[in-house]
């Protein structure tokens, strides 16, 4: 869809001013990079433009909006990638490395669709997921905490002795009801969740 988008029609004209500033022709206003990071994503094709010159500078901003991302925070490119990627300037393989990268972007790019879906069938889909998650990580934790039993009132069922003194046999019986409480306690607010967003 972005793809058919960027081919539509003429692209729209961003003039960069001396002092940095970029205005739409289109929309005759003044736009900043996160304008023009919002353009990308929505699929609007654009060229940037030195308005002095009429030089054609849109790699150099889309490469300022890059750095602007990544400098928020928004760690897209792995360092291993970017030390790759410097060694090849200058290399004999430097002319075929963007047609590589725009075959890879681009197929990429029609396959994200279906990565998304494996992606939320991986994870499931939101918060429900998120409580059946929880419910599972509750009942492991549960089953684990059965592997306590013979410290427990019941668990010396067998008749067999562990040679532990009966104080300490009941201070593990009383944390493993706590625990065993507090999950109950947990069960009741996932409960109550569920039947708040149903």
Known sequence: MTDQNEQDGEPITIKKYANRRLYNTATS??????????MVKDGTNFVVLDARTGED???SVLT?????????????LPIKFLRQLIRFYGDSLQAFVPGYL?????????NQEAMKNRVAEAFGGGSQA????TRQNLAMFERAMKMFTPFAPMG?????DDGKPAETKTRQSEEINELKSEIEEMRKQL???AKKRD
């Open 29 to 38: 206003s003044y736009v900043t990079l996160d304008h023009l990071s919002q």
């Open 57 to 59: 500078i849109t790699r």
């Open 64 to 76: 300022q909006i890059i750095f602007e991302e990544e400098g928020k925070g928004q760690n897209l």
């Open 102 to 110: 725009d075959l890879s972007m681009d197929s990429f790019a029609k």
């Open 130 to 133: 998120l409580e059946a998650m």
């Open 156 to 160: 010396g069922a067998r008749g067999e």
């Open 191 to 193: 409960s109550e969740l």
